[in-house]
């Protein structure tokens, strides 16, 4: 609890020394006299960080920060006799400007609720910020301040003087909300020093045409728009904001100077002209930062759609291509797909004088395992006759469910010696598995298998599936559980029986 005590103070600290910073500097940059009036009051938008981080602390910082700006500003000539009177005065002072931190922090508080993160994201929503946050908070208090600098005799009693000062009050106040606002969730975020180091040089690219604004050709302060808006579109809303900061403290404290080609007229008609150009361009570069912010982020949504999306077709491309090309019962490649292979190995197999050989392996008595085990006990009997011999042959071989209960194997590189010696494997293999049927009544299956070797006078993979099939019948008609080839060997080729 200590050290979140501690954490709040430490906090409120900056926040009151960040507020007397703005307040001040806002009042040496250019005030309008009499009245003492800042031109764009910067301490408005310090506050409402204040409240809106510390709450009911931030509340106490604004108050006490005002009263320290304020109070030194009311002195005229002797303060002995008038103490008690500015003392109250600025006690006013920092009661309304308090109003005003805490009706702009309960209006962002609320659209926060109502908007949640689309708050800052959707350039529609700007409007509401720059109306509820900046604009109202300010209009209210502004009665305010006008009737108790009147009963202070701070400013002139005639009607003209009271609008202008009105309108000046209000346009300072509110342009200090709005610049610096849109500041806020970079500083819950703790990114704000990261955004003012990323736009740095863009920042610096802007004096040159205030110097040239100021000092050597009047009235072409519009060419640091091109700059602002390349700020607006690439770096969105903090840099914008930073942009904008410069520009009017500078503008202002050079005209006041007697710089540049607003200082030609009255004082406070040059200000009151500042005021509204700061104002504009605010409110074209936010919105434009924004709604290029709302871009991004949709052009990101858009290619992460495209990806999942993308994602989604080649999951699907690959599920057709796996249904295209596999047996759904035993999940080995395909009637089809098998013979595309095999084709490319006789090919191979020709091209190369290499070895090939080709394996047709028959269910022995499937129909009666369906009939009297039942077709779910028949479609695991296949599976696991898939199994086995994909354990029994080697990678470069393939073996494929060639339709109902028979199989074919491919076997590169491997002459009849040799593929009736994996044969022979399978054959084994399969006759000492127990099956289980759903009954829990145990059995046993056998295969009978035919080879053949590719013969040179071989064209195509049809001849050599005649011939292996042909040799397969032969082995049933041996008696079944057994192995023929299409080639008879000097040893009249294996031959089993059980």
């Known amino acids: 609890m200590n050290k979140v005590n501690n954490s709040s103070y430490l906090q409120a600290s900056i926040y009151l020394v960040l507020y007397v910073i703005a307040g001040e500097l806002s009042i040496q940059l250019g005030t309008i006299n009499p009245g003492n009036m800042a031109i764009i009051w910067l301490a408005s938008g310090i506050g409402l960080f204040a409240i809106l981080q510390l709450q009911r602390l931030g509340i106490v910082v604004v108050l006490l920060g ?95 003087s009271i609008i202008l000062r009105a309108t000046i009050l209000l346009l300072a106040d509110t342009s200090g909300l709005l610049m610096l606002t849109p500041l806020y969730p970079y500083i819950r975020a703790g990114t704000l020093f990261k955004e003012f180091c990323r736009a740095f040089w863009y920042l610096v690219a802007i004096l040159p045409p205030i110097y040239i604004n100021f000092f050597i050709l009047d009235h072409v302060l519009a060419l640091t728009m091109p700059i602002m808006i390349i700020i607006a579109v690439k770096l969105r809303m903090a840099a914008t904001n930073f942009g904008l900061l410069i520009i009017t403290q500078l503008g202002v404290i050079l005209t006041v100077q007697g710089h540049g080609g607003w200082a030609e007229h009255h004082l406070v008609t040059s200000l009151f002209q500042i005021q509204i150009f700061v104002f504009s361009i605010t409110l074209a570069l936010q919105y434009l930062a924004q709604a290029q912010a709302q871009i991004s982020q949709h052009r990101e949504e858009l290619e992460f759609e495209v990806q999942l999306r993308t994602e989604s077709l080649a999951a699907l491309n690959a599920e057709l291509t796996t249904l295209a090309t596999t047996d759904e019962l035993t999940r080995l490649p395909n009637r089809r797909e098998w013979q595309l292979k095999a084709s490319q190995a006789i090919l191979q197999a020709r091209r190369y004088e290499q070895a090939l050989s080709i394996v047709m392996i028959d269910v022995d008595h499937f129909k009666h395992v369906n009939d009297h085990y039942g077709h779910l006990t028949g479609d695991l009997v296949l599976k696991t006759i898939a199994t086995i011999c994909q354990q029994n042959i080697r990678g470069p071989d393939s073996v494929a469910r060639w339709g109902g209960e028979e199989f074919v194997i491919l076997l590169p590189e491997t002459d009849q010696t040799q593929a009736i010696i994996v044969a022979e494997k399978i054959r084994q293999a399969v006759a000492q598995f127990q099956h289980s049927s759903l009954g829990h009544e145990t059995f046993n299956v056998t295969v009978s298998l035919g080879i053949t070797p590719l013969l040179a006078g071989d064209i195509t993979l049809d001849e050599l599936l005649s011939r292996a099939d042909q040799a397969m019948y032969h082995a049933k008609e041996a008696g079944r559980n057994c192995i023929r080839s299409s080639q008879a060997l000097s040893s009249n080729y294996l031959q089993h029986k059980t």
């Open 66 to 160: 005002s009263l320290i700006v304020n109070t030194p500003h009311l002195f005229r000539g002797d303060w002995h006799p008038q103490i008690s009177q500015i003392l109250l005065s600025a006690m006013i002072f920092s009661c309304i400007d308090t109003l005003q931190s805490i009706l702009a922090a309960k209006s962002y508080l609320y659209l926060e609720k109502t908007h949640k993160k689309s708050m800052w994201t959707q350039p529609s929503l700007l409007p509401k910020i720059w109306l509820h946050v900046c604009l109202i908070p300010a209009l209210i208090t502004m009665p305010l301040f006008i009737i108790l600098m009147l009963s202070r005799g701070l400013i002139p009693s005639d009607f003209f």
